[in-house]
């Protein structure tokens, strides 16, 4: 009725719906209840975590800030506000293929057989390469995820789908994490069956590792991080020159998704903080 008063009466409107003009006199003067107030304050922190992190968060990922902030809330109250206040998340795209299996190639073993799971850092890495679009033209990215923390330990970028892509990024990852026997695991795109790579992990000391063909279960890390991306940054920018993609890539690896996205199978932590607390509790232990 108050929405509709300046097109209508109010004693019009009350008739038509069987209320009495003096009772919607009365609620209108009356002050707001203390859970209305409360849902007004939750409102406000609501609607700046959500700003912080991007305008990409949901329910869990929005109900982890405040909870971390000190909030004393149920997750389905968070989520009744949000759907209120029309606060949502950020879901998926489609795009081209960007893997192509050689037809004589012979793959590495599956070491790893759907089961991505590691105890500490560096014993099991991930691989993919995925699209960016621009109206300049496609740029290629390819990532080295660390399945412990979800961490991307290595990436790079390139207009081309050649082997020196995946080199690039498995190098970033050598270089930053030093690992001892980690196991690589990726499809088989040409890009990790080639010699150069193969050559390359034998340098490095790193187990090279293949799901089978045409199965996206194989490297289902691999892709959700991809999809992470498409729906939290790709779908949601159009770029104008492949520098201003590649800025844009490296602020959400490196100034978003490390350090501060938060991932439930995680507890809700970020890759970084998750990395931290682990190392604090191990030295701790040590002393």
């Given at each position: 009725?108050?929405?509709?008063?300046?097109?209508?009466?109010?004693?019009?409107?009350?008739?038509?719906?069987?209320?009495?003009?003096?009772?919607?006199?009365?609620?209108?003067r009356r002050p707001p209840s203390?859970?209305?107030?409360?849902?007004?304050?939750?409102?406000?922190?609501?609607?700046?975590?959500?700003?912080?992190?991007?305008?990409?968060?949901?329910?869990?990922?929005?109900?982890?800030?405040?909870?971390?902030?000190?909030?004393?809330?149920?997750?389905?109250?968070?989520?009744?506000?949000?759907?209120?206040?029309?606060?949502?998340?950020?879901?998926?795209?489609?795009?081209?293929?960007?893997?192509?299996?050689?037809?004589?190639?012979?793959?590495?073993?599956?070491?790893?057989?759907?089961?991505?799971?590691?105890?500490?850092?560096?014993?099991?890495?991930?691989?993919?390469?995925?699209y960016v679009p621009t109206w300049?033209?496609?740029?290629?990215?390819?990532?080295?995820?660390?399945?412990?923390?979800?961490?991307?330990?290595?990436?790079?970028?390139?207009?081309?789908?050649?082997?020196?892509?995946?080199?690039?990024?498995?190098?970033?990852?050598?270089?930053?994490?030093?690992?001892?026997?980690?196991?690589?695991?990726?499809?088989?795109?040409?890009?990790?069956?080639?010699?150069?790579?193969?050559?390359?992990?034998?340098?490095?000391?790193?187990?090279?590792?293949?799901?089978?063909?045409?199965?996206?279960?194989?490297?289902?890390?691999?892709?959700?991080?991809?999809?992470?991306?498409?729906?939290?940054?790709?779908?949601?920018?159009?770029?104008?020159?492949?520098?201003?993609?590649?800025?844009?890539?490296?602020?959400?690896?490196?100034?978003?998704?490390?350090?501060?996205?938060?991932?439930?199978?995680?507890?809700?932590?970020?890759?970084?903080?998750?990395?931290?607390?682990?190392?604090?509790?191990?030295?701790?232990?040590?002393?």
């Open positions: 009725m108050k929405a509709n008063q300046a097109e209508f009466p109010v004693r019009v409107m009350c008739r038509v719906l069987d209320l009495s003009p003096s009772g919607y006199y009365a609620w209108i203390r859970r209305a107030k409360r849902d007004a304050e939750l409102v406000v922190k609501i609607r700046k975590a959500h700003n912080d992190n991007r305008r990409v968060y949901g329910r869990p990922r929005i109900y982890a800030e405040l909870k971390d902030e000190g909030e004393r809330i149920g997750e389905k109250r968070v989520g009744r506000l949000m759907k209120a206040e029309g606060i949502v998340g950020v879901s998926r795209r489609r795009g081209p293929t960007t893997t192509t299996r050689g037809k004589d190639v012979r793959p590495w073993a599956d070491l790893v057989e759907r089961d991505f799971q590691a105890d500490g850092p560096n014993q099991l890495w991930v691989a993919d390469i995925t300049a033209g496609f740029l290629y990215l390819a990532v080295v995820l660390d399945v412990w923390s979800r961490r991307i330990v290595g990436w790079s970028m390139a207009t081309h789908l050649r082997t020196e892509l995946v080199l690039d990024a498995l190098d970033m990852a050598v270089h930053q994490r030093r690992p001892q026997g980690v196991v690589h695991h990726s499809d088989q795109g040409t890009q990790y069956t080639s010699i150069a790579f193969g050559l390359r992990c034998k340098e490095v000391g790193v187990r090279p590792s293949m799901g089978t063909v045409g199965d996206c279960y194989d490297n289902a890390m691999a892709e959700s991080f991809f999809a992470t991306l498409e729906c939290e940054l790709l779908d949601l920018h159009r770029f104008r020159t492949q520098a201003e993609a590649k800025m844009a890539v490296f602020d959400f690896i490196e100034g978003f998704y490390n350090p501060r996205r938060r991932h439930s199978s995680i507890g809700q932590m970020s890759p970084v903080t998750f990395e931290r607390l682990h190392c604090a509790t191990c030295q701790a232990e040590a002393a």
